[in-house]
């Protein structure tokens, strides 16, 4: 039996972007850009010491709105795999959506469309537990947003959320329904990493 936790990758492993000149915010798209969190190695070594295989899934709509290139995701997504192995944590297997419904000037045509794999869908989980032989029952959806919670429940898995403390849009999920509400969350990766190895 292959437990499987399954990682978002903004905001859950990297900090987003921010330009101090125009006060813009966006996710990594360089390997320059990569900032890991705090408590996020951390949080992923504990994982991987109670048993964990680790994957990420991560929505990266820019190409399909124009914004940076598919190539640019895939390229920060293997630094980042390269950087975490440097760090003592080993990506199994990594899935992107590059897609978006409604897309955006100067985007990819052939990535703008209704799909399967951009949560709150559960495809790109499907497609990682079906690649890794993962038992459904004992797998995680980790991640910082609703959406991940959505796709985690979709999917049959159980949902963590990294809740930090300044985030109050989240607030309600953590009493929320019982489909939104996560199965264990702290305020950073590594605090979510001990609640999920008590949890089993």
């Known amino acids: 039996m292959t437990r499987v936790a399954i990682l978002d990758r903004d905001g859950t492993i990297i900090d987003v972007v921010r330009d101090e000149e125009t006060g813009a915010v966006t996710v990594a798209f360089h390997p320059d850009h990569l900032r890991l969190l705090s408590g ?29 290139s598919a190539d640019a995701v895939r390229r920060t997504n293997d630094a980042l795999v390269a950087l975490l192995a ?69 999917a049959g898995l159980k949902a963590g959320l990294v809740f930090a403390t300044n985030r109050c849009e989240l607030c309600p999920l953590r009493g929320g329904p019982a489909g939104l509400s996560p199965d264990a969350h702290g305020a950073t990766l590594r605090d979510l990493a001990g609640a999920i190895a008590r949890h089993g």
């Open 86 to 154: 440097a760090e003592g944590v080993t990506i199994a297997a990594v899935e992107a959506c590059m897609h978006h419904p409604t897309g955006g000037r100067g985007g990819d045509p052939k990535l703008v469309r209704e799909c399967d794999c951009r949560k709150p869908r559960p495809g790109m989980l499907d497609a990682l537990i079906s690649r890794l032989g993962g038992d459904r029952a004992s797998s995680w959806m980790i991640g910082d947003a609703a959406g991940d919670v959505e796709a985690a429940r979709a």
């Open 40 to 68: 996020a190695v951390e949080g992923m070594r504990e994982l991987q010491r109670v048993g964990y295989v680790l994957a990420i899934a991560t929505n990266q709509p820019a190409p399909a709105k124009g914004q940076f």
